[in-house]
């Protein structure tokens, strides 16, 4: 292949990858973009959309990416005049970090276990935690439900934490990193005399570090976008997260769902930016990339 | 890529710590921006129903006196809103016109009296002759004659009385002049009244205009005290004589007796009448009701656990009127210890939240 042909070839990779960029990055840009428009603005144009506008109305809503006039009123107003939002956003925090701190302490000794240890039945039982890994979770609520409502946990966090912490995605994460570590270590650091727990932590949990990033930020993802747990676990409007929050205060106050969701993504993105290196290289090391 | 590290960093603790800070400060933030009201709590028991008002005394009956004769008024001895008793003297008439008629039919009298005993003489001499037709008609003539007589001696009889007792009008009342039409000079005509006298025996009364609603407890041959505007302050008793309805609606005229010596008309008299309705329930003053289809309704306050907190909220409450007088009223449909709202800053709907 000449270096001209091999030129072509990757702008138009180049093309492709931006325009496929430009479709996924599209939404978000719409919504912190209009998250600068006043809150009379987003309802004159979007009005039409939502509240039985005429279809003609709703086929002549154009988008708009360029405010008239940039405000900041809409974060104003959701930051100063409705403390529902911080409300449900702390929710979102109470409920988002047990379960990441959980899922780390369980997933790496779990992890550890299925990787570095002998012990009888591993490779079964840890089909079994493959097989609720493929379990699409929706699956699982109605079990996940049972087993709340006999440990009375109905209707409070403990219900959406624990099965949270103890999720199978953790641990296989963990464990295919930890297969990475080579025998080798383990080996050498046993002639040296060290017990299991001292291997864990002093070998396998700094080698796995990368490891660890990657889950808690998946995990975060996760566990910060839950819809479906608050909705079935918590019957009270007030202990809901922000996520299902969210999909409420666009029926009330148009005008500032756009504020309300770039408030929403902040973290998550703030989050993923920190962590990005870790995670690729997390993913990569426990030979998952897909 | 360290720099870049740290800047996200500490992006991500300055949106934590900035979102926790607007947290700490919501309440304080929201209660800004609230609407201010100011509650009450209604007070229990009947309706206080208070009629009072201020009226000028009138006399319930005026005298009125008018002259014996069309004469000249000599001499005024009273002016008007004076005292008086009975039978002092009110207008010394010139009665010298009358005077001379009565020297006139005096006179007259006299002639009637000469032609009669003419008549005698002619009488004695017919006798003596035998024209039994002439005496017949003589006598007959004489008859006449006397009766003329008898009629000219009541009339100067009626002049003599007009003059004597009409030449000085007194008062026939004890009471106060209200009115006085004649001037020293001047001819009083008999056809009008030259004074009216306020008639003290008749009594006096005022009348003073309430709220229906305030008067409903009223009854005729009601007592009250009236406050008389006298130097020094005296109050007397005064009796409910008319309840009326004034012609605007809405509101009565009440009109009180007052039977009571050293009364003047036009006296400025005041009344306060305090009475409780029968109806028991809570007061609620009637600016704070509002009304809508389903019937009238006032904001309560309610304290409700917040997200952040307790908040107080307004809600519509519905309310019966028992009762009402011209600023209250009496209703069931509330608690006790709940709170109304009395004025707000802002408009306020049900459901607003609310600081007080």
Do not use: C
């Not at chain 1, 699409?136 to 996940?144: A, E």
């Amino acid at each position: 292949m000449t270096a001209a042909l091999r030129h072509i070839v990757t702008s138009f990779k180049v093309i492709f990858l931006v325009l496929i960029a430009a479709a996924i990055l599209f939404p978000v840009v719409l919504t912190a973009s209009n998250s600068f428009m006043s809150e009379d603005e987003i309802s004159r144009h979007y009005d039409a959309l939502n509240s039985g506008g005429s279809a003609s109305a709703r086929e002549h809503t154009a988008i708009r990416l360029i405010p008239e006039s940039v405000t900041l009123s809409q974060f104003g107003e959701v930051l100063l005049a409705r403390p529902k939002f911080l409300l449900h956003f702390w929710n979102s925090v109470k409920l988002t970090l047990p379960i990441i701190l959980g899922q780390a302490v369980v997933g790496t000794l779990a992890g550890f276990a299925f990787a570095k240890l002998a012990f009888p039945g591993r490779d079964k039982l840890f089909f079994v935690y493959l097989l609720a890994m493929l379990m699409p979770f929706q699956v699982t609520l109605v079990p996940n439900y049972l087993i709340a409502d006999k440990l009375g946990l109905l209707n409070s966090y403990g219900a959406i934490v624990f099965p949270g912490i103890f999720a199978s995605f953790g641990v296989f994460l963990l464990r295919q990193f930890m297969m990475g570590i080579p025998d080798a270590y383990m080996e050498a650091v046993k002639i040296d005399g060290a017990g299991y727990f001292r291997a864990f932590l002093h070998i396998a949990l700094p080698l796995a570090k990368p490891g660890i990033a990657a889950l808690i930020l998946l995990s975060f993802v996760d566990n910060w976008n839950m819809v479906e747990q608050p909705i079935l676990f918590l019957t009270e409007q007030i202990r809901q997260p922000l996520s299902v929050y969210l999909a409420n205060i666009a029926e009330g106050a148009r005008g500032v769902a756009f504020a309300a969701s770039v408030l929403y993504m902040t973290p998550m993105v703030l989050i993923f930016l920190y962590g990005e290196e870790h995670l690729v290289e997390g993913i990569q090391m426990s030979g998952i990339k897909g | 890529m360290q720099r870049r590290k740290k800047t996200l960093r500490w992006m991500i603790g300055l949106f934590f710590t900035l979102l926790l800070a607007l947290t700490f400060l919501s309440n304080t933030i929201q209660g800004m921006s609230l609407p201010k009201v100011s509650v009450e709590k209604p007070e229990t028991g009947g309706l206080d129903l208070d009629v009072s008002g201020e009226g000028f005394l009138q006399s319930a009956h005026t005298a009125q006196l008018f002259p014996e004769g069309d004469w000249k008024v000599e001499k005024i001895h009273i002016s008007k809103n004076d005292r008086v008793s009975q039978g002092d003297p009110l207008i010394t008439f010139d009665t010298s016109s009358t005077k001379r008629t009565l020297e006139d039919e005096k006179t007259r009298y006299e002639q009637e009296r000469i032609q009669l005993e003419k008549m005698a003489d002619q009488l004695k001499m017919l006798l003596r002759s035998d024209d039994t037709t002439g005496v017949d008609n003589l006598k007959r003539d004489i008859e006449m004659q006397q009766l003329d007589m008898q009629m000219q001696q009541r009339k100067i009889g009626d002049l003599q009385k007009q003059i004597t007792e009409g030449g000085m009008l007194t008062s026939p009342v004890y009471g106060v002049i209200t009115s006085l039409n004649a001037a020293e000079g001047a001819a009083a005509g008999r056809g009008q009244p030259v004074i009216e006298i306020a008639d003290d025996a008749s009594g006096y009364q005022f009348s003073i205009t309430a709220n229906s609603d305030d008067a409903a407890m009223l009854r005729i041959g009601d007592k009250a005290k009236v406050h008389l505007d006298e130097e020094p302050r005296r109050s007397v008793e005064g009796i409910i004589s008319e309840i009326e309805d004034e012609p605007e609606g809405g509101s009565k005229k009440i009109t009180f007796d007052l039977k009571d010596a050293n009364l003047q008309p036009g006296l400025k008299a005041a009344v306060s009448i305090t009475s409780q309705s029968k109806s028991f329930g809570m007061q609620i003053p009637k600016s704070v009701l509002e009304e809508d289809n389903n019937g009238y309704y006032i904001y309560t306050v309610s304290e409700k656990d917040g997200p952040l907190g307790a908040a107080y909220y307004v809600s519509k409450t519905y309310i019966t009127i028992k009762d009402e007088n011209g600023d209250t009223v009496v209703t069931d449909g509330l608690m006790p210890n709940e709170q109304y709202v009395k004025e707000s800053s802002e408009p306020i709907s049900d459901g607003d939240r609310v600081r007080y």
